[in-house]
């Protein structure tokens, strides 16, 4: 009777605090906080996080110097170092996760940075890993056995290899006390300006899930999220009290399992809440220190089913992310590589990204495209595996160049807003749900528009409140959609919009049930196959392309987008598969009349040179930049844009802008209707091209 007494107990704290939950996340709706300095500053990053000895003596495979490297990371010396390298921001080593106790020399260490850091102009990041290395840790607090998660499997749920971090259910209420904890003392002691929780992207894997509280919370999740009678349709059963985490495997296409859709949201609603509640810990400490978390970017696997990351919720509530999973370069079989989905997500989810730029001009010149406010980390990985301690950190004179570039003309980097025709629509009912054709879809349409040089936003489903900003929508086999998301599309339409749907997009409701027909039939004209069975994948249409006029707007359906290198199942969207469409072609022609053939720009040079456009409206300027991803092998010239200016405005200056030539010119344009025209002579690796309007 008591433990029957105590469950019900336990099951009723947790329906409270869902309640709580829900009110706080009532409260994240509002405008995200952001530290007054984060707004135009230059983000040139040194990191040294993994100095640590603590880690670096566990983990192993060091060099006999590696204490000395640790040691001389500290000093005035070195902070001067970074300041002479252009650093303007410092991710400092400060918690790993082995104790408050363990790690307190290295906490002093970390102080002593701090003040230097300080004393040099520079900002100071403090970084908080999510693991527990619990050989240290649990002497000081044996209580948090009951924060690990138990194995799974038969396994014990660690950080890779590294099976000495073991990871922890990140909302039990003895944890998040501690993480806080920790926090005020790196902002209230050490002042540190911004916070880097490092592991995003693997404390919430979905065996943390089966820890107990988990489950609890997961009962509760379905009991607040939908009424009895409700369930019953859902699930088949209202009575919740037995439910457990569905069996979890990354091997997987289609999640046709209703439980496991709903362990999806949960799962990512519960990592959005910690980081939701942690920075209102932060910022009720000092608002003036920045928030950032490690989810990564969109790098073609299912994020939410396999991380519990679904970026729309977690990013509400940072200032920064970072990114280290894409790659970034021009592949041996042509295919392009790059980070340029995530940038285009940060910013319409109102972040900024860090990744690792130490390595290549390559990537440097991506980010100085695509990012806003900062070129990434351009040093510090010597340090942080030990290096060639008789070696000074150096870059090469071409990665200086671009650092120096940057700085000097840091006005045309900050307060831009990107400019884009076109919004590809990513929905969580169907991103989280099918891993296969919505992935493969959407992705190869992006890269139409990378190579086609086409100016377009990657949107979630908020975003479908703001359509009006755009001439065309994508929906890329985006399957469900709900009956809100179809009018939306509607009203788009019937507005002017141009809309593009490709396969099976609106054939399914938001629980990924299979409809009858199209939900957007009316703007399609299109029926859709016949059903199969669930274990079967739809079947495309043998039609031509359809191109209807709607109202004011117009709609394409498009029966496929055809892959050059087809994904296999469950396979990651990413690599080789990045191939061009069979129907490249095809999608850019129908991008242009869903337009009505109104695009931005037009840019006439070859598929491996891409663009982004941006304005900065009170100092009436464009500015347009330009990649060339084949730079190793050839330069562009001649390059021909044809440009539309704002209304009633008149082009003053055209200048051109390089690292690569140090050199400034003005080539000659002409601005007819509207639209200025001009030739950029030479392309080496980046151009950014100002235009002055009045």
């Known amino acids: 009777m008591q433990h029957r007494f105590a469950r019900s107990l336990y099951t009723a704290f947790c329906l409270l605090a869902f309640a709580v939950t829900g009110i706080a996340q009532q409260q994240s709706a509002s405008p995200k906080a952001a530290p007054k300095w984060a707004d135009g500053f230059p983000v040139i990053m040194i990191g040294n996080w993994d100095v640590k000895p603590t880690f670096r003596r566990r983990v192993g495979a060091n060099p006999v ?12 010396a070195t902070v001067k170092k970074y300041k002479e390298m252009g650093a303007t921001m410092v991710m400092a080593f400060f918690y790993k996760g082995f104790g408050l106790n363990a790690e307190k020399e290295e906490i002093d260490a970390t102080r002593k940075l701090a003040a230097l850091c300080k004393k040099y102009g520079l900002k100071v990041g403090a970084y908080i890993g999510a693991t527990m290395p619990y050989e240290t840790f649990l002497p000081e607090v044996p209580e948090a056995r009951d924060w690990i998660v138990p194995p799974y499997m038969g396994q014990p749920v660690t950080y890779g290899s590294q099976t000495f971090r073991k990871l922890v259910y ?10 806080k904890r920790v926090l005020k003392i790196a902002i209230e002691d050490l002042g540190v300006d911004l916070i880097h929780f490092d592991n995003s992207s693997i404390q919430a894997i979905a065996p943390v899930f089966y820890h107990p509280l988990a489950v609890e919370q997961f009962r509760a999740f379905l009991q607040k999220k939908y009424t009895p009678e409700q369930l019953r349709q859902r699930l088949g059963f209202s009575d919740l009290r037995y439910v457990e985490p569905p069996s979890y495997t990354k091997s997987i296409s289609v999640l046709h399992d209703p439980l496991a859709q709903e362990w999806t949201d949960f799962r990512c ?17 000092n608002p003036e220190v920045a928030v950032e978390c490690n989810p990564h970017g969109l790098d073609g ?67 100085l495209a695509y990012n806003r406010d900062g070129i990434g980390l351009i040093g510090g990985q010597e340090e942080m595996e030990g290096g060639n301690h008789h070696s000074e950190l150096a870059l090469p004179q071409d990665q200086k160049d671009y650092i120096q570039f ?5 006005e045309y980097y900050t307060g831009t807003k990107n400019i884009a025709d076109v919004a590809v629509l990513h929905t969580f009912n169907t991103m989280a749900v099918n891993n296969d054709r919505p992935y493969q879809s959407t992705f190869l349409f992006e890269q139409s528009l990378i190579q086609g040089k086409v100016p377009f936003d990657i949107i979630f489903d908020e975003q479908l409140t703001n359509l009006d900003r755009y001439k065309v929508l994508v929906l890329a086999d985006q399957e469900s959609l709900t009956d809100e998301q179809q009018e939306q599309i509607r009203a788009f339409v019937r507005r002017g919009g141009g809309l593009i749907a490709t396969e099976h997009t609106s054939l399914y409701n938001s629980w990924h049930q299979r409809k009858e027909n199209f939900g957007l039939y009316d703007l399609f004209r299109v029926q859709a ?43 990651a969207m990413s690599g080789k598969y990045f191939r061009l469409a069979k129907n490249h072609r095809q999608l850019m022609d129908a991008v242009q009349w869903a337009s009505g053939n109104s695009l931005s720009i037009q840019i006439e040079g070859p598929e491996t040179v891409t663009m982004e456009l941006v304005k900065q409206e009170t100092q009436s300027r464009l500015l347009l930049h330009l990649v060339n991803f084949n730079y190793q092998n050839a330069g562009v010239e001649n390059i021909n844009v044809a440009l539309k200016i704002p209304d009633g405005k008149k082009t003053r200056q055209v200048t051109v802008l390089s690292p690569d030539s140090k050199t400034t010119s003005t080539p000659a344009f002409r601005q007819e209707k509207g639209i200025l025209r001009f030739t950029v002579p030479q392309l080496a690796l980046y151009d950014l091209m100002v235009i002055r309007y009045q």
């Open 170 to 179: 990140f909302q039990h209420e003895g944890y998040k006390a501690y993480i």
């Open 301 to 367: 696997r299912n994020a939410m089913w396999n991380e519990s990351v679904d970026f729309p919720r977690i990013l509400a509530h940072t200032n920064y992310f970072w990114t280290e999973g894409e790659h970034t370069e021009l592949a041996t079989d042509g295919t392009l590589l790059s980070k340029i989905r995530t940038f285009k997500m940060a910013r319409t989810l109102n972040n900024r990204v860090f990744t690792n730029t130490s390595d290549s001009k390559l990537k440097m010149a991506e980010i």
């Open 65 to 76: 110097w590696m204490d000395d490297v640790y040691k001389k990371v500290p000093t005035e």
């Open 406 to 410: 940057f700085r000097t003309h840091f």
């Open 269 to 285: 609603q519960r990592l959005a809440d910690y980081y939701g509640e942690m920075a209102r810990y932060i910022r009720s400490l």
């Open 529 to 571: 196959p016949e059903w199969q069975n669930r274990s079967t994948p739809e079947t495309i249409l043998p039609v031509p392309e359809q191109r209807n006029n709607i109202g004011k707007g117009r709609v394409c359906y498009l029966p496929e987008v055809i892959p050059s290198q087809p994904k296999p199942a469950m396979a």
